[in-house]
């Protein structure tokens, strides 16, 4: 205990107005001074108990997992008590056969494996599970499961307009081509149509049958698709009993290619061109091109949903070359064990120029809408 003595003569000359009383308030100090020494000793002893009591309680939990994962990684096996004559022999492993030097070695495949995409870049494959060819995300006629809804703007006979698309593309077989491309054989098939939601039986306003025979290459970041395809237009028997519409049997057969090409891995640029031919009716003109891009985002929201957007263009020669437009924009829903290499998106739409939907390709329209597109 340091108390220096300077210190207590000036207490002590404070507290006391008499110097006769000095002694009694310097020994009365003296007291009080020792019991706060003895109250700071026992409580630094008893902090010091709590920590060494608190090392060894973690030391004890500590050293109990490190013996309980030890146990889960290397587990003991305890012998069953058996008698010897109990106990069978062990086996005695066969010597391993002598390898032939020029007999390949072949590693074992289980028919429950399923075919990676390491694979499928080699080789010829069967049924794949990919595309070579993305889809065109904003083609109206791009083959694709969807639900639709489309706003008409100012348009003499329809207004709320329902929209169901069924269809798909599927890749048949798959092989190689030089330099590290691939080649893929497929079928296209889908049907577009639209229904009057102001209608009181929501009428089928019209029908379009899709179906066509793709062959498709990819060298990495370029693509290209070359197909032959069928399409025919069927007015609903409600709507055309209804208003009274001249109906027209369009139909036609046609013959197109599409270049595109990958920008990284957020977007793609595409153009094309394509020739319609045994058309009904037989005066349609034949040539239009086609153009489009899409966007998509680095970075996906909570590792699930991806902002994404896509504009595709088109001129018909039937047009005087006239542009049609169709933007679409919104969200991707990604999950590999779900969707693998299949597509959700939930899309916003606008689509400007001439009527995609059969027989009414000469009045040209306006609508917004929103949709959710399943591509495979």
């Given amino acids: 205990m340091e108390i220096r003595l300077i210190d207590l003569i000036h207490e002590v000359q404070d507290a006391a107005n008499d110097d006769r009383e000095v002694v009694a308030a310097l020994d009365d100090m003296l007291n009080r001074r020792e019991e706060e020494y003895r109250d700071r000793r026992a409580a630094t002893f008893a902090h010091a108990r709590w920590l060494l009591g608190t090392l060894c309680l973690c030391a004890a939990l500590f050293g109990g997992a490190r013996v309980t994962r030890a146990q889960e990684e290397f587990p003991e096996t305890t012998p069953q008590a058996t008698s010897p004559e109990a106990t069978p022999p062990e086996p005695v492993p066969p010597a391993p056969a002598a390898e032939e030097p020029d007999q390949p070695k072949t590693p074992p495949v289980s028919a429950e494996t399923p075919v990676s995409a390491q694979e499928e870049a080699t080789g010829y494959t069967f049924l794949p599970s990919r595309a070579l060819f993305d889809p065109l995300l904003a083609d109206v006629r791009w ?8 706003a008409y703007h100012k348009d003499p006979i329809l207004g709320n307009v329902g929209g169901a698309n069924f269809g798909g593309t599927l890749p048949i077989i798959q092989g190689p081509l030089p330099f590290e491309g691939r080649w893929e054989g497929a ?141 679409r924009a919104g969200f991707q829903f990604e999950n590999e064990k779900i969707f693998k290499s299949r597509r959700l998106l939930l899309l916003g739409e606008y689509y400007k120029g001439h009527s995609p939907n059969g027989q009414f390709f000469d009045r040209r329209i306006e609508f917004f809408g929103v949709g959710l597109h399943f591509f495979f």
């Fill in 143 to 150: 083959p694709r499961f969807s639900a639709e809804y489309q």
């Fill in 187 to 327: 079928v296209q098939a889908g049907v577009f149509s639209i229904f009057d939601l102001d209608a009181s039986s929501h009428d089928l306003v019209n029908a379009d049958y899709f179906f066509s025979i793709p062959l498709t290459a990819r060298w990495g970041w370029f693509s290209t698709m070359l197909r032959v395809y069928h399409q025919s237009s069927h007015l609903g028997d409600e709507f055309l009993l209804r208003t009274g519409v001249d109906r027209i049997n369009l139909s036609y057969e046609a013959v197109d290619i599409i270049p595109s090409f990958d920008l990284w891995n957020w977007g793609r640029i595409y153009f094309g061109g394509g020739y319609l031919f045994d058309t009904d009716p037989s005066n349609l003109k034949n040539k239009y091109v086609q153009l489009g891009g899409e966007v998509k985002s680095p970075v996906a929201f909570w590792g699930w949903l991806r902002p994404i957007a896509a504009l595709d263009c088109k001129r018909f020669e039937e047009q005087n070359w006239s542009t049609d437009y169709s933007a």
